[in-house]
């Protein structure tokens, strides 16, 4: 659990550059990917920036992440599958069903 900033940014330029599949959860989606949350942050895009550019550097097949429950759904972005696959709705109501991917 790093805070966004330098740290964060050094964590994420680790991820490995022949990664196939990412799954994240704790630091939040990338940013204005699933990410927008109306509960608690009134409808704002929260998703992380460098997290952002570092899966923009990558070849990835699909980056799978949670952490904001309605920004829910299956997304492209070029050739990447993106999957906020969340299975709670706001309310940690587990509500929304399994998401298959086919990579």
């Not at 659990?1 to 330029?13: E, F, I």
């Not at 460098?50 to 492209?76: M, N, P, S, T, V």
Request: some cysteine; aromatic content about 8%; overall charge neutral.
């Amino acid at each position: 659990m790093l805070d966004r900033g330098q740290a964060l940014h050094d964590r994420w330029m680790q991820i490995p550059e022949d990664t196939d599949a990412l799954m994240t959860h704790s630091y939040s989606p990338p940013k204005n990917i699933g990410d927008e949350a109306s509960m608690v942050f009134r409808c704002q895009n929260v998703g992380c920036v460098d997290l952002l550019h570092r899966i923009e550097q990558l070849l990835l097949k699909a980056h799978i992440f949670g952490h904001i429950h309605e920004g829910y759904r299956q997304y492209l972005r070029g050739k990447t599958q993106l999957n906020n696959a969340s299975i709670c709705f706001v309310r940690y109501e587990p509500t929304n069903p399994a998401i298959v991917l086919h990579i």
